[in-house]
């Protein structure tokens, strides 16, 4: 199999899709324990967990668009947590 953009744009939502599925669920659990938040901004996925500090559960997943940055920055501002930001290189290849 050889990657494309198609490919990878479905790789891409199918990891944000998993990672809502998993902190759905955790945050699901009686008065939200792990202080779970998702947010989601145009094209791309905010996680924090203020219980659980690692990147795995605390990060931007897609491709953060110019329209919501300012919102996506309020969100980080507001995490006690380091948050990261990951993009699939398809994502930069096709803005450039």
Request: net charge negative; proline share 3%; aromatic share 10%.
């Amino acid at each position: 199999m050889i990657m494309n953009h198609d490919l990878a744009g479905i790789l891409e939502r199918s990891e944000i899709n998993y990672m809502i599925d998993r902190m759905t669920a955790i945050q699901e659990r009686e008065g939200n324990p792990e202080g779970i938040v998702i947010n989601e901004f145009g094209l791309c996925t905010a996680f924090y967990s203020r219980r659980m500090p690692w990147g795995l559960f605390n990060n931007v997943k897609g491709l953060i668009e110019e329209e919501v940055l300012e919102d996506v920055l309020r969100f980080l501002r507001n995490g006690k947590e380091n948050l990261r930001y990951r993009s699939f290189p398809v994502r930069l290849i096709k803005m450039f």
